[in-house]
């Protein structure tokens, strides 16, 4: 079993942010997979399902963002699972908006919800970094990351939601090279 967890903030006033990309990803992953039904387990909302021969849990941390490490240990202690079976979606501010780039292990930089899950699991898990591009100065990433998607968007949005949970399945064989050439060239045109 492989947990991904996408990380965001719970409730309707954060659905579109920026910062809560992650929590649109593994989503779209549910629902082009025809993932199973919402449970309220480990202290967020989880979907089981298959991708490929992979059987993959869902998560998204209902505990808030800067909580996110507790809800994704509880899930992987009660699997008795390691830290190479975890994938974290999330929101990076240093990719251009609209790019997907995969790494494992590395630092937090600056991000809240990485941070509390290295602090709760350590640093050694793959994180499936989107981007949501700078704002230029560092006065404005607050504003920036907590700020909606705009109008203009929402479609290149809504083309690397579908591209990453469309290529899915080479995450789940874990080619994470695969999965990010098979994403870019799905939205070359962007």
Known sequence: MQIWAGLGNPGAQYAMQRH??????????????????????????????????????LLKPATFMNDSGRSIGEALRFYKLDTNALTV??????????????????????HNGLRSTDQH????????????GHPGHKDRVTGHVLGNFAKVEIDPLSATLGAVAAEARWLAEGDAVRFMNDVALRLADL
């Open 20 to 57: 809560n990309i992650g929590f649109m990803a593994v989503d779209s992953i549910a629902a082009l997979h025809g993932f199973g039904p919402v449970k309220k387990q480990f202290q967020g909302w989880t979907q089981e399902g298959r991708i490929g021969a992979a059987k993959i849990l």
């Open 89 to 110: 979606f999330h929101d990076e501010l240093d990719l251009a908006a609209f790019k997907v780039k995969v790494k494992t292990g590395g630092g937090a930089a600056g």
């Open 121 to 132: 699991l350590g640093q050694d898990y793959r994180r499936v970094r989107l981007g949501i």
